[in-house]
């Protein structure tokens, strides 16, 4: 999953973005409305942390923008964008969801509820309703992060784990190279050429050939069928 977090909190930020890498997300930290909206226009986001009191004005902003864009102006205006600030008023809740906000937590949380909160924003916006995905023999637990085939457990690694989930929450359809690295490695991350390749050729050795497909010239996909 890749996750922006607009928090001008160091500390806060911080905790965030470690304890969100730990679970084997790509996260990027935006500390004022200015940067969170270049982001936004720059890259495709799975999920938004927004927090309201930013150096530079209210995150509102970034949320009303956000969802006010012409369509085609940003990568993705339909984000799911989950508030998290000080703010425990109802009016503000009210202000925020009617604004255009999927979620709204109160400092301080418990950072394992609000990344159970994420993974139910993502379960929504691509259209899933159960927690585990079934692809043919094979089981995906986001959660927990972990996978069976055929019932038997398979150690993946963080990545390989991320470009399966990826590529099993858009079946059938077809995802490039860079889709997949957009949805896995943040700004910081330095990538070698070859490193999905890499990491597809390590799935198929683990969970079969016929796991992971080849659409020359465009992508990988999963089939249904996936064994």
Same mark, same amino acid.
């Given at each position: 999953m890749r996750v922006l977090v607009v928090e001008d909190d160091e500390g806060i930020a911080a905790g965030l973005e470690v304890h969100l890498r730990q679970l084997g997300w790509a996260v990027d930290v935006m500390p004022s409305v200015a940067e969170a909206w270049l982001a936004l226009c720059a890259e495709p986001f799975d999920v938004v942390l927004l927090d309201l009191g930013l150096r530079d004005g209210d995150g509102a902003e970034v949320l009303q923008r956000l969802r006010q864009a012409p369509a085609g102006r940003l990568p993705d205006s /339909? $984000? =799911?964008?989950?508030?998290?600030? /000080? *703010? %425990? +008023?109802? !009016? !503000? *809740?009210? +202000?925020?969801?009617?604004?255009?906000? %999927? %979620?709204?937590? $109160?400092? =301080?949380?418990? =950072? %394992?509820?609000?990344? /159970? *909160?994420? #993974? /139910?924003? #993502?379960? #929504?916006s691509v259209g899933r309703a159960q927690a585990l995905l079934v692809c043919g023999p094979i089981q995906i637990d986001p959660a927990t992060r972990s996978v069976l085939l055929h019932g038997r457990p398979v150690n993946l690694s963080s990545r390989e784990f991320g470009i399966l989930l990826a590529l099993v929450e858009v079946r059938p359809r077809v995802l490039s190279r860079a889709q997949i690295e957009t949805r896995l490695y943040n700004w910081d991350n330095v990538l070698d050429s070859n490193a999905v390749e890499v990491h597809v050729h390590h799935l198929r050795k683990k969970l079969g050939e016929g796991a992971i497909r080849t659409l020359r010239g465009v992508g990988y996909f999963v089939a249904e069928d996936a064994a």
């Open positions: /339909a $984000t =799911p964008v989950l508030i998290m600030t /000080a *703010r %425990d +008023q109802v !009016s !503000s *809740r009210i +202000q925020t969801l009617d604004l255009g906000a %999927d %979620d709204y937590v $109160t400092k =301080p949380f418990d =950072p %394992d509820e609000l990344a /159970a *909160r994420m #993974r /139910a924003l #993502r379960r #929504r």
